[in-house]
C-alpha cells in the first residue's frame, strides 16, 4: 500500500535522524580533561581549552538547536553592518539569485531558440559555448571586479555567467528536438513563423527548457555562497565566512541547514513549474 | 488526358546525390497520375518505393527533385490550406485538448474568427468525427482511433480543397480500422472530397477508392499501372466481397505487389510502355477485358485509355 509505504519511509527517516542525533552528541560529549600539568598562566594566555591541547569544542546538537530557534525568532534584525539577522542575509542572497537568474534566462531561451532552430547557428557558437561553459564561474570573478568596480553587481554577473549555460543548452536542445510532424502540421496550415515559435515550439520544448533552468537554478545557489564569501559585505555566503572568523560554528552550522533548505525550496518551486509545463505524449 | 485535371503530378523524382561523385540514387522518377475533383485515389507500394515522399511533395511539404505538381492548373510551391494532411502518426499537439487542436487549425484557416464562431465550427467537426463529449481531452487520454478522428476532424475543419492521407489507418486495430475506413467513405460520400491516401491494404484500397495507383519497388520506382475500381460506389465493408469484381480487382493488386512490383522492369523491357501514360486497367471487369488476347499477365498495350 503505497500510504503504508509512506508512512514506514517517515518513521524510517525519523529514526535516522534521531540516530544521527545521538552520535553526534556522544561525539561531542567533554572528554575527561587530562590537564594536569597546564602552566595556568599559559592557560590565562591562549584559553582554557587550547592550552590542554584541545580545539574550540564542536557544538552539541541542543547547542545548535538553541541557536537556529534563536535565529528563527529573530531573523531579520540588523545590529550594524557585520551583525544582521540570517532572514536578511538570506534575502540578499536570494534577490541576488533572483537578478542574475532571471537575467540569464532572458539571454539564454531566445539565443537557445535561434541556436536550435538554426544549425548555422549552432555550428557558429558551438565552440564558444563548449570552451566558455566549464569555466568555473568564480574563474569570473576578478574580471567582473575589474570591469564592473562593484561587488554586488559582481556577484549578480557571476550568477548570470553559471546559470546561462544548462538553460541555454537545454532550451537549444528542446528546440532542435521538436517533433518534425508538428512543424509540418503547422507548415500545412500555413502558420506564420512567430505564431510557429510560440504556439508549437515554445509548448512543445518548455519541458526541456524548464528542466534546464531547474539544474540552472540548483548551480545558482551553490555558486551564491562560494561568491558572496569572496566579494564580502552581505549574504548568507559572507554570513557564513564571517561566523568562521568568529568561530561560531553553531552559527555555521544554523547558516549551512538554511542554505539547504532554500536550495531545497528552489528546486520544489520550479520542479512544480516544470510539471505545470510538461505534457504526457 | 483530354480534359484537365484537378491535380496532376507531372514527371515528379526524388534522388538522392550520395557522398561520391558518382551517379545519384533515384528512389522514384517520371511518376506521372492525376486526380480530378471528388475522385478518391489511393496509392499502393511496397515499403521504400517513396509514397510518403510523393505525399510530402503534393502536400507541399517536400520538394521534387524534377517534375512539378499542378493543382488547378498551377504549380504548387509550398504547403497551402487547401491541401490538408492527416498524419500516419495522428501528429497531434499533445499539450492541446481535442477542441484546442482542431482550434488551431480553424484559427489558421481564418484568423479574423470571433471566439463562438471558431468555437461552434470546431465542435461541428467533433460531432461529425463522433467526439462528442470528449472535446476537453487530452490526446494521450484518447485511444489509438479517437486519436485518428481529432486528425480527420482538424483535417476536415478547414475545408480544404483535397485530403491526403499517409496511411491513416495502419497503426490501428482491425476493428477500429473497418470503423473508421466506414466513417471516412461516409464523410466523402457526403463532401464529395477529392482525397489522395497511401496504404499498404489492398482491402481498404478497393473499399475507399475510385482508382489505384500501383507503384513498382524501388530504387528507381515508378507507377507500373493504375487500376479502375469498376465496383459501384455506394460499398460497405460487409457485403463487398460480394459483388463479382472484388476478386478479381485484389487478386490483380496481390499478384502485383507478390510477383510483378519486383520485376516489371522485365515486364516492360519489349517496350509499349510510357511513363507519362500509365496503363489504365480494369481487372474488374474480368479475363477478356483485363487480359485481351494475350493469356496470363497483363501487357502494357492492352492499357484502356481513359
Known amino acids: 500500500m503505497p500510504s503504508n509505504l509512506k508512512i514506514r519511509a517517515a518513521l524510517l527517516s525519523a529514526l535516522l535522524l534521531v540516530a544521527f542525533l545521538a552520535l553526534w552528541q556522544f561525539a561531542t560529549m567533554p572528554s575527561a580533561g587530562t590537564g594536569a600539568a597546564v602552566d595556568p598562566e599559559y592557560a590565562k594566555l591562549v584559553g582554557a581549552a587550547a592550552a590542554a591541547g584541545q580545539k574550540t569544542p564542536f557544538p552539541a546538537p541542543l547547542e545548535v538547536g538553541a541557536k537556529i530557534w534563536a535565529h528563527i525568532a529573530d531573523p531579520f534584525y540588523v545590529r550594524g553592518t557585520n551583525d544582521q539577522g540570517i532572514g536578511i542575509q538570506l534575502g540578499y542572497s536570494m534577490a541576488r539569485v533572483a537578478v542574475g537568474y532571471l537575467l540569464a534566462a532572458l539571454v539564454a531561451i531566445p539565443i537557445g531558440f535561434l541556436i536550435g532552430m538554426s544549425p548555422l547557428v549552432y555550428r557558429a557558437l558551438d565552440p564558444f559555448i563548449q570552451i566558455l561553459k566549464p569555466i568555473s564561474p568564480l574563474a569570473w570573478m576578478p574580471l567582473a571586479l575589474y570591469t564592473i568596480k562593484d561587488s554586488a553587481l559582481s556577484s549578480i554577473f557571476v550568477i548570470f555567467i553559471c546559470s546561462i549555460w544548462p538553460m541555454l543548452i537545454n532550451t537549444a536542445f528542446g528546440v532542435a528536438s521538436v517533433r518534425r510532424e508538428w512543424l509540418n502540421v503547422a507548415r500545412t496550415l500555413e502558420v506564420g513563423g512567430v505564431r510557429t515559435a510560440l504556439l508549437v515550439i515554445l509548448p512543445a520544448a518548455a519541458p526541456t527548457i524548464m528542466t534546464g533552468m531547474r539544474i540552472s537554478i540548483g548551480i545558482a545557489w551553490l555558486v551564491i555562497v562560494a561568491a558572496e564569501m569572496l566579494v564580502g559585505g552581505t549574504g548568507i555566503g559572507y554570513f557564513v565566512w564571517n561566523e568562521w572568523n568568529n568561530l561560531s560554528i553553531s552559527n555555521i552550522l544554523t547558516a549551512i541547514l538554511a542554505i539547504g533548505l532554500v536550495g531545497m525550496l528552489l528546486d520544489q518551486v520550479l520542479a512544480r513549474l516544470t510539471r505545470f509545463v510538461s505534457y504526457q505524449e | ?306
Open chain 2, 1 to 306: 488526358m483530354s480534359r484537365e485535371a484537378f491535380i496532376s503530378i507531372e514527371g515528379i523524382a526524388r534522388r538522392f546525390h550520395g557522398a561520391t561523385a558518382a551517379e545519384p540514387q533515384v528512389v522514384f522518377e517520371d511518376v506521372h497520375f492525376s486526380l480530378d475533383r471528388g475522385e478518391f485515389v489511393c496509392l499502393i507500394g511496397h515499403s521504400g518505393c517513396g509514397k510518403t515522399t510523393i505525399l510530402n511533395i503534393l502536400a507541399g511539404l517536400d520538394q521534387a527533385d524534377a517534375g512539378a505538381v499542378l493543382v488547378d492548373g498551377r504549380e504548387i510551391s509550398g504547403p497551402s490550406l487547401d491541401r490538408a494532411v492527416i498524419f500516419q502518426s495522428h501528429a497531434l499537439m499533445p499539450w492541446m485538448s481535442v477542441v484546442g487542436n482542431i482550434a488551431f487549425a480553424v484559427k489558421s484557416r481564418w484568423p479574423d474568427w470571433a471566439r463562438d464562431k471558431v468555437a461552434a465550427h470546431c465542435q461541428k467537426y467533433i460531432d461529425l468525427v463522433g467526439l462528442t463529449g470528449a472535446e476537453h481531452k487530452k490526446p494521450a487520454q484518447l485511444s489509438g482511433g479517437m486519436k485518428q478522428r481529432v486528425g480527420i476532424a482538424r483535417a476536415l475543419a478547414i475545408q480544404p480543397k483535397m485530403l491526403l492521407m499517409d496511411e491513416p489507418f495502419s497503426a490501428l486495430d482491425a476493428l477500429t480500422r473497418g470503423v473508421l475506413q466506414d466513417e471516412v467513405l461516409k464523410i466523402c460520400a457526403a463532401t464529395g472530397q477529392t482525397v489522395f491516401m497511401i496504404t499498404h491494404d489492398v482491402d481498404e484500397a478497393i473499399l475507399l477508392a475510385d482508382r489505384i495507383v500501383l507503384m513498382t519497388n524501388g530504387p528507381r520506382a515508378k507507377v507500373a499501372e493504375i487500376v479502375v475500381n469498376t465496383l459501384p460506389r455506394d460499398r460497405s465493408r460487409h457485403d463487398i466481397h460480394k459483388h463479382p469484381h472484388y476478386y478479381r480487382i485484389r487478386n490483380h493488386i496481390v499478384d502485383f505487389l507478390v510477383m510483378r512490383s519486383r520485376r516489371f522492369e522485365e515486364e516492360i523491357a519489349d517496350g509499349g510502355y510510357d511513363p507519362r501514360r500509365p496503363p489504365l486497367v480494369k481487372p474488374g471487369l474480368g479475363e477478356a477485358a483485363a487480359t485481351g488476347t494475350t493469356p496470363g499477365r497483363a501487357k502494357p498495350d492492352l492499357r484502356i485509355h481513359g
